[in-house]
């Protein structure tokens, strides 16, 4: 009988992060909850306690994924921020033209202030993970003095 023994991983496999990822994922599926039971109401005027509580809990789970993410220190900001500029603006793209066709279907009021806050949720959350996934295998810069 053999014994195998593991060696830990090391490099930018073996750092650890706060849990980001999931709580975006989670942010995004709320909006995407949210956004698809007002869809399912339309054209009538579709009750908001629902979505606006689900767009609420989007952007408070978020947020707390956004802080954690900016407390971490030894991260490849430099390619975090690149890519997420290009996704944002991808997705800031697609979300204004779901925008556009909300609002050419007569889409108006509170209906349509809660569905552009659940489109601003996507077009955050999504170039987040994208650039969180990105840059968390990338080797951060070395700090100038070292």
Known sequence: MTAHVETPPTGALA??????????MASL??????????ASKFPR????????????ASALVAL???V??????????PRFRLVFGWALLAYAVQA??????LVKNDARGAPLAVFTLMLVMFALDVPFLIAFTSAR??????????
Not at 96 to 101: C, L, Q, S, T, V
């Open 45 to 56: 005027r579709p009750p908001l306690a629902l979505p606006t509580t689900l767009v609420v």
């Open 29 to 38: 599926a709320l909006a995407i909850i949210g956004a698809i039971y007002m």
């Open 96 to 101: 204004g033209m779901i925008e556009y066709a």
């Open 137 to 146: 295998y990338a080797t951060p810069p070395t700090p100038a003095g070292a």
């Open 15 to 24: 750092r650890r992060f706060p849990p980001v990822a999931q709580l975006v």
């Open 68 to 77: 954690l993410m900016a407390r971490v220190r030894d991260f490849a900001w």
């Open 64 to 66: 707390v994924a956004f």
